[in-house]
C-alpha cells in the first residue's frame, strides 16, 4: 500500500525517477524502490510506503538517545519504521533498519495527529524523537509530525546518520529542536566500504545543523579493527573542535559483533585511549555500551567540579545554576532545556 508521494524526486524518462532525498540519488525503475528499501517508483512518482507505519514506540530517557545535554533526566515519546540508506555492515538496529517495505504492509498507520496525541498523552513527556532506524528515509511523515508537534509545544528530536540532501534537510530544519548524528568515521574509504556512504554529506550536515543553531550531539561508534585507528579518530575530533565547537557533547560508543560483523566488542583500552584524545579537544566527551569512571558524569571544563551525575538513567544535576551555569566558576555550559 502506498500512502505520500516525495517532494523530493526528478522524473527522468517514462519509467525512471530521480529521488533526490539523499546523497544516493538513486535512480529507480518502475515497480522498485531505492537503496533503502521504503522509497517505491509506482508509475513514475516515488511512494514514502513507510508514512505513518510506526513500528516501534517508546517513552525512552532522553539520554538514551544519547542527549545529555538537552532536558537532562527527561523523557521522550521515541517513534521508528522500518528502512535505512545506509548498509552498516555492523548495524546494531539491523532487524528493523535492514527491512524494506514490505515488512510494513501488516504494520498499524498513525496519521501524523494520531502519533501527536499519543505523545501529548504520555506523562512527563518533552516530545517525540524520531529513532531506531534513519528518520530522513522517513521524511514527509516527520515533517508533517514534528509541524504538529510543535503547535502543541513538544520538542522535536532526530537521531540520525546524517546523510541527507541539503533542500530536504534545510526543510526538516524548521520544525527540529534537536539532533544527535551519528559521525561513524572520518574516513571516506570506511563510510563507501562498510556503510554503502560517503563522508562528506554527514559533514555536510553536521555544519549546517551548528549552523542553525539548533541543539547538536555526536555519536562515534568505534568498531574493532574497522575504524579504531587513533590518528584518524584524532582527525575528527579535531574537525569537530574546528566546524562545532569544543563544546559539542560527543559520545564515542563500544561496538558489539552484529548482523554481517563478528569481530570481538571494542577492547576497553580502545575506549580509554579515545576518550583521552578526545577531551585534548573537546569540553563534554562520554562513552557509552561500557563504564568508565568519568564517562558518564559532566564536570565543568574551567574548574572540573562535577555538574550532571549519571547512574545509569538516574540524573542528578549539582552545581549548576538555572540558566547553565557552573555555581563555583560561572562557566556557562551548554544544556539546552
Ligand atoms: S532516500 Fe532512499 S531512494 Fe532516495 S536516494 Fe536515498 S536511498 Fe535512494
Known sequence: MSYIVSKYYDSLTEDNVKCLLCPHNCIIK???TGICGVRHNIDGSIYAENYGKVVAMNMDPVEKKPLYHYYP???????????????????????????????????????????????????????????????????EYVCDTAKIAKNYALKNVMVTNGYINSAPLNELLQYMDAFNVDLKSFNNNFYKRHTGATLEPVLNTIKSI????????????????????ADEFRNMV?????????????????????????????????????YHIAC??????????????KGNDTYCPQCGKTLILRNGYNISLQNITNDGKCEFCGKQIVISE
Open 30 to 32: 518502475n515497480g522498485n
Open 210 to 229: 551548528h549552523k542553525s543553531g539548533k541543539h547538536l550531539e555526536i555519536t562515534n561508534l568505534v568498531v574493532t579493527n574497522l575504524n579504531d585507528n
Open 280 to 293: 585534548e579537544y573537546l569540553d563534554f566527551v562520554y562513552t557509552g555500551n561500557i563504564y568508565l569512571d
Open 73 to 139: 533526566g527527561h523523557k521522550i515519546f521515541s517513534v521508528g519504521t522500518d528502512g535505512c540508506n545506509l548498509k552498516c555492515i555492523f548495524c546494531q538496529n539491523y532487524l528493523i533498519s535492514q527491512s524494506d517495505y514490505k515488512s510494513l504492509q501488516d504494520v498499524d498507520f498513525y496519521s501524523p495527529q494520531m502519533l501527536v496525541d499519543i505523545a501529548l498523552r504520555q506523562k512527563d513527556n518533552i516530545g517525540i524523537a524520531y529513532t531506531y532506524n534513519e528518520p530522513f528515509i522517513w521524511f
Open 238 to 274: 579535531k574537525w569537530i573542535c574546528e566546524n562545532t565547537g569544543s563544546n559539542t557533547p560527543l559520545h564515542i560508543s563500544r561496538y558489539f559483533p552484529s548482523y554481517k560483523y563478528s569481530a570481538p566488542p571494542t577492547s576497553a583500552e580502545t575506549i580509554i585511549e579515545f
